[in-house]
């Protein structure tokens, strides 16, 4: 890492004068722990931040100036620079009543708080006494220093708002806001009404109580195609529009990457738009979120691909026999239900998934058709007792009683045509479809990262079935084959919460009409069995 160069310190009568002449200097001065890397080295700004630090020492009391959008890569100091510019503006007396914005109040709370642990460092204290002591009321308590407000003697004060939260009528006696942070404002997440409702929050709520002299501080990466910060780039925003905008600055200029042996990917040429996130650790970053993740959250590469998701992915590299396959810790199957077989119908869709004691996920069996549910059902219990599995998951939109009443039934024809042996059908366990998880692409994308780092093997046979699924998701339906997998991969991964029957530990009361739980074959637990088919 190169060493950066601090300003030469001269001799003044005026300390506080000459530490104001330079925000390098200042900011090394009274923040010096949060700007050095683990071995004490100065981290030296890059351009951007350079550019932005000398647009905030321009900003004086009264003065109207240009906003500031910054469209900088995740892992790019970003609210660091932010939050501690909100107190240079206070320390300098250019601003004197802030709103630090964000999409939620938790957000908003968080980044005040690190406004406050600047406010009390010993250094700030040195030298603006005023500003790092607390405002006391005449009886000497202390007088808005909580968890969403920072009032300090000078007077400087910072709200923390959530735009979850109601923000009509926020003042704090005659002031109204001269300084206005807009920060971890969109979410992956949102989908085209959660963005409107921010936007007009913004535009209708938040910008309009602003003083006459206010100045706005727009700062996040980019997130998804139709987010507040994207159509600021791309000209779709009919806001902010007298600003300085930087970026969208990613983390690696001219960046090159490939995927490697190892099925991962890694970055094989670019050069990093700050020394503070450089090669090594965007490589720890690509390895940590994917190749998908990292393409947006750190190079603002929001759009999706041309075909599908998975597109890009080499499925034939993934691809291993049976005779490949490692020792298996435990088995699932996960059937993604319709609720008529008509022409007209969604597919149903069933993933058999196992994990390995090597960690990765093995893919054993895909289908997709329409078909009755309880065909589907009858098909997804064989393969589970072929494979081994614990437990058949259903997604279930809702019903999910309802369901495991059809399992029962479906488990119990199989038993009287004797199909199966009465008592070797695994649990059932369901998962409301977007309770926790996400939309559908949301948790697709969590499944892909696995996929990126090279975590998952797909076993040759049925295999082609669920490439062909992945491949046109989510540009061309059926998804069912894509849902079901994804919930496999999720329980096996243990990233979600799964209804259905209690596990070893903790069972209640035995059902009526059964003795225990173990005499129950619909709902006693079992253990992964694996043999070759």
């Known amino acids: 890492m190169p060493a950066a160069t601090l300003p030469?310190?001269?001799?003044?009568?005026?300390?506080?004068?000459?530490?104001?002449?330079?925000?390098?200097?200042?900011?090394?001065?009274?923040?010096?722990?949060?700007?050095?890397?683990?071995?004490?080295?100065?981290?030296?700004?890059?351009?951007?931040?350079?550019?932005?630090?000398?647009?905030?020492w321009q900003i004086r009391r009264g003065r109207r100036c240009q906003d500031f959008a910054g469209i900088w890569n995740r892992g790019g100091a970003k609210s660091a620079n932010v939050e501690q510019a909100t107190v240079a503006l206070g320390a300098r007396r250019a601003r004197r009543y802030a709103w630090y914005v964000s999409s939620t109040q938790d957000s908003a709370d968080d980044h005040v708080g690190a406004i406050s642990g600047l406010l009390e460092s010993p250094q700030l204290a040195a030298f603006y006494p005023d500003l790092a002591a607390r405002r006391l009321t005449q009886y000497g308590y202390s007088r808005g220093w909580r968890g969403n407000r920072l009032t300090t003697r000078q007077p400087f004060t910072v709200d923390a708002v959530g735009l979850d939260k109601a923000v009509r009528g926020r003042r704090m006696v005659e002031d109204r806001p001269d300084l206005i942070v807009l920060d971890d404002i969109d979410d992956a997440l949102d989908g085209p009404t959660i963005t409107q409702h921010k936007i007009e929050a913004i535009t209708h709520k938040i910008i309009p109580a602003g003083s006459e002299d206010l100045v706005v501080i727009a700062i996040q990466n980019l997130v998804h195609p139709h987010s507040f910060f994207t159509r600021m780039v791309d000209?779709?925003?009919?806001?902010?529009?007298?600003?300085?905008?930087?970026?969208?600055i990613p983390a690696i200029w001219d960046l090159e990457y490939q995927q490697g042996p190892d099925l991962r990917w890694y970055i094989t040429g670019g050069?990093?738009?700050?020394v503070g996130f450089d090669l090594e650790r965007a490589q720890a970053e690509l390895h940590k979120i994917g190749l998908t993740a990292f393409l947006s959250e750190c190079q603002h590469l929001v759009e999706p691909p041309p075909g599908g998701m998975f597109d890009h992915l080499d499925f034939e590299r993934m691809n291993v026999s049976w005779d490949d396959l490692p020792e298996l810790v435990r088995s699932v199957v996960w059937v993604d239900p319709a609720v008529t077989s008509t022409d007209g119908s969604d597919c149903q869709g069933i993933q058999a998934d196992a994990l390995g004691v090597d960690d990765l996920i093995y893919r054993l069996f895909s289908w997709e058709q329409i078909t009755t549910p309880e065909q589907a059902l009858e098909r997804a219990i064989l393969k589970a007792i072929e494979h081994g599995a614990d437990r058949v998951g259903i997604e279930t939109d809702q019903g999910g009683d309802a369901w495991r009443g059809t399992y029962r039934s479906v488990v119990r024809h199989l038993e009287d045509t004797r199909q199966i042996r009465k008592g070797s059908a695994p649990r059932v366990v369901d998962?409301?479809?977007?309770?926790?998880?996400?939309?559908?692409?949301h948790r697709a994308g969590l499944m892909l990262a696995d996929y990126e780092r090279g975590r998952i093997r797909h076993v040759r046979g049925t295999s082609i079935t669920l490439e062909r699924a992945l491949r046109r998701f989510p540009k061309t339906k059926p998804f069912d084959l894509v849902d079901a997998s994804y919930y496999g991969w999720a329980d096996l991964r243990n990233t979600f919460e799964i209804a259905g029957g209690p596990g070893d530990d903790d069972r209640p009361p035995a059902p009526r009409g059964s003795a225990s739980w173990e005499d129950d074959p619909y709902s006693a637990p079992r253990h992964s069995r694996w043999r070759r088919p």
């Open 271 to 274: 050069r990093p738009s700050w």
């Open 431 to 441: 998962a409301k479809a977007g309770s926790s998880a996400g939309p559908k692409t």
């Open 8 to 56: 030469a310190v001269t001799t003044t009568l005026d300390p506080l004068a000459e530490l104001e002449a330079d925000h390098r200097l200042w900011r090394h001065t009274l923040f010096p722990g949060w700007l050095r890397d683990s071995q004490g080295r100065v981290i030296p700004d890059g351009p951007h931040h350079r550019d932005f630090w000398e647009w905030v």
């Open 235 to 248: 000209g779709r925003a009919d806001w902010l529009t007298d600003r300085i905008t930087s970026g969208p």
